[in-house]
């Protein structure tokens, strides 16, 4: 009987767009962080050539990797950006990330929405499990026994009425009143949702000062780049 040989592991480039800022970093063979992370602002007016340039950039400070997995704040197919809401740009509509920035690169390329990447990283695989992804703007992602089901996004700050739980929200209001407001957001999403887990991460998680509900967990900011080795383990994430 010969013997199976088991896929070999790779080193996966992770990059966790944001509203405000891009990072990176290499994810060694089980996953760990293995390089230092960058940051670069995410410029301004941002386009899908200007994305695509600053990936690529980014990717040169890399000494090897083998693929590449983009966590990124908008609606996310295959592989193919659908909507990114805080570009203000409708040239992001059906535009093949994954397969533009492979053809740059030439490695294999897998993109999600960055709420699904935090999720991918800290979800325990069983019931229903919601993340969110405190930033810019407010990201969310529905996994159901471990696999992703929905993500959705909002739109960048302008004004209460389109997202009242992002960063400019906050400072105008002030911390505690913002964090009211989250607060309830969970409330309001177990009732939407009959999630057992809730995992809060992105940049503004850290200013959540109050006790949070049993049901709920803070999760680090890196875990944004950190999900980037599992999506690659799990073949069935949009």
Not at 18 to 34: F, H, Y
Not at 86 to 105: I, M, V
Request: aromatic fraction near 6%; hydrophobic fraction near 40%; charged fraction near 25%.
């Amino acid at each position: 009987m010969s013997a199976t040989r088991r896929p070999a592991r790779r080193y996966t480039l992770a990059f966790d767009v944001g509203g405000t800022n891009v990072k990176a970093a290499l994810l060694g063979k089980t996953g760990d962080q293995v390089s230092d992370r960058i940051k670069e602002p995410t410029p301004d007016g941002l386009t899908p050539g200007r994305l695509l340039a600053l990936l690529e950039r980014m990717a040169a400070h890399a000494p090897h990797y083998d693929r590449i997995a983009v966590g990124i704040p908008g609606i996310v197919h295959g592989d193919v950006v659908y909507s990114l809401p805080a570009s203000g740009s409708r040239a992001f509509k059906k535009f093949p990330l994954g397969a533009a920035l492979q053809e740059r690169l030439g490695v294999p390329v897998r993109v999600t929405n960055d709420a699904a990447m935090h999720g991918l990283a800290a979800i325990r695989g069983r019931d229903v499990e919601l993340v969110m992804t405190l930033g810019t703007g407010l990201g969310t992602a529905l996994f159901v026994d471990g696999r992703l089901s929905a993500h959705y996004q909002t739109l960048p700050d302008d004004g209460d009425s389109i997202s009242p739980y992002g960063d400019r929200v906050r400072q105008r209001i002030g911390r505690k009143r913002w964090e009211r407001r989250v607060h309830a957001l969970f409330e309001q999403l177990r009732i939407i949702t009959n999630y057992d887990h809730l995992y809060v991460g992105g940049g503004n998680a850290k200013r959540l000062e109050a006790p949070l509900p049993r049901y709920v967990t803070r999760i680090h900011n890196v875990a944004g780049l950190l999900g980037g080795h599992r999506l690659w383990e799990c073949g069935d994430v949009p």
